[in-house]
């Protein structure tokens, strides 16, 4: 009877052990799947994310900055290599911006400094002031005089940047590879109904009543990565622009026939 006490005893041993050995293999596998399925890939070049860049830069806010800043998956590449036209970004649309309390901070707090530091920013932007004819609203000459010429490339390739993020931050994955973003639209003359549908879009403040940065966006529900966005800077500043499949870019172009 002891025999069969002792034998019983060493069968459920073996059996503890070797459940616990599954146990311990069965759970560094999940580990393994669970690291790699939430493995982060960079919103921009899907190489894996090492950091989050801010969308908008952050620079663009003065202190304190807000809490709701909007953050998504970088590589360290990514994240930096705009960083100068980031700059350029954020003098453009400050100094566009007079009557705003935020912009004259910001000029303040980082431009004013970052130009002392950097001769080559005013230099830069002294390029940009060429002679041009002046005219009013309505068309009326009102002579030459120096007038700033953003350049256009930068302040692009800075605006792809934003909405390649906010795509990222509310479709939960990168913009397809198979789209483009539209050339830019910066405050243009909209019509009242263009105006109507735009304020019908629901409208994201980042920081206090979004006096640095809002923006308002639409998703086709048919093709989610064809979209809408409005984006509007210290409350003066607005950039329109889309994303769209190369393939209706294509289809939309005319023929020789057409032309």
């Known amino acids: 009877m002891l025999r069969g006490f002792v034998w019983f005893m060493e069968r459920v041993q073996t059996f503890a052990l ?12 999940i580990v393994k799947v669970s690291k790699k399925k939430h493995q982060l890939k960079c919103y921009l070049c899907n190489a894996t994310a090492t950091t989050r ?18 953050t998504v998956p970088a590589c360290e590449s990514c994240n930096q290599k705009n960083s100068l036209h980031d700059e350029y970004f954020r003098l453009i649309v400050a100094t566009s911006s007079p009557n705003s309390a935020a912009s004259l901070s910001l000029l303040h ?28 609203k309505k068309g009326i000459y009102l002579g030459r005089a120096k007038a700033f010429t953003p350049d256009e ?31 830019y639209y910066r405050n243009p003359d909209l019509t009242e109904e263009f105006w109507k549908a735009i304020s019908s879009l629901p409208r994201r403040d980042i ?27 210290f409350d003066n500043s607005f950039f329109i622009s889309r994303t769209w499949k190369i393939d209706n870019l294509v289809s939309a172009l005319p023929t020789a026939n057409e032309e």
């Open 109 to 136: 707090q980082r431009i004013l400094p970052r130009m002392k530091r950097r001769p080559a920013l005013i230099t830069s932007f002294m390029k940009s002031l060429q002679w041009a004819e002046i005219k009013s």
């Open 153 to 183: 490339l930068r302040i692009q390739a800075v605006i792809e940047k934003i909405i390649r993020g906010l795509y990222y931050h509310h479709q939960k994955r990168a913009l397809p590879s198979d789209h483009f973003i539209e050339k």
């Open 18 to 29: 070797n459940a616990y050995f599954q146990f311990l293999s069965t759970s560094v596998v």
């Open 53 to 70: 860049d801010h969308v908008p830069p952050v620079g663009l806010f003065p202190h304190p900055r807000p809490k709701n800043l909007i």
């Open 207 to 233: 920081g206090e009543n979004g006096s640095v940065f809002s923006y308002r966006y639409a998703v086709d529900e048919q093709v989610d990565a064809n979209s809408f966005w409005f984006l509007m800077f």
